[in-house]
Structure formats: structure tokens, C-alpha cells
């Protein structure tokens, strides 16, 4: 599954919204690039971050960040408002 909201390597351009890990820590970053690295010798192509970091060594996560994820009971708010019949339909709240 590939999440559209994250652009995947090595589509990466100057602007692309992408998350990261980081490797000391394993928190999870979502992060703009500010520029393209061309490949070095075993190191591959890199990223600079809007926080000034390079990356090199990289993986894509295609997961959305926790906030962008809907709790069971919105999803069960959205669910029954789309299945109601149309006479009874109240806008959303």
C-alpha cells in the first residue's frame, strides 16, 4: 500500500512532505525536503530536511501520522450519517 499523502522515494522533490524515523530515537517525524543529494558511494542518493538534517539511509513508511487517523468513533459518526436514509439526513455536526 502506498499512502499518496507521503511522496516515495526516489520520486522525492524539494517541497515533498515525508515522514522519518529517527534512528537514535524511533520517533517518527513528518519532515519537508528542502533539497535533493545526488548519490555518493555507498551511501546512495540523500535528502536535506527543513530542520537542516541530511539523510541518507531511508526507508518509506506509507503509515499516516496519529493524527491524521480517525478514532472508531468518528469513524462510526461518518459511517452512520453516509448509510441514513436521505429524508432523515442531518448536515454534520
Known amino acids: 500500500m502506498i499512502d499518496p499523502t507521503y511522496a516515495a522515494w526516489p520520486q522525492m522533490r524539494r517541497g515533498d512532505r515525508i515522514l522519518i524515523r529517527e534512528r537514535l530515537t524511533a520517533r517518527e517525524l513528518t519532515v519537508t525536503v ?27 513508511d506509507a ?20 448509510t441514513a436514509p436521505t429524508s432523515t439526513r442531518s448536515p454534520l455536526r
Open 34 to 60: 528542502t533539497a535533493t543529494l545526488p548519490p555518493t558511494e555507498g551511501e546512495g542518493p540523500g535528502i536535506i530536511d527543513d530542520r537542516g538534517r541530511t539523510i541518507r539511509h531511508h526507508f518509506y
Open 63 to 82: 503509515r499516516p501520522t496519529p493524527s491524521e487517523t480517525l478514532d472508531q468513533q468518528e469513524v462510526d459518526r461518518l459511517f452512520a450519517h453516509i
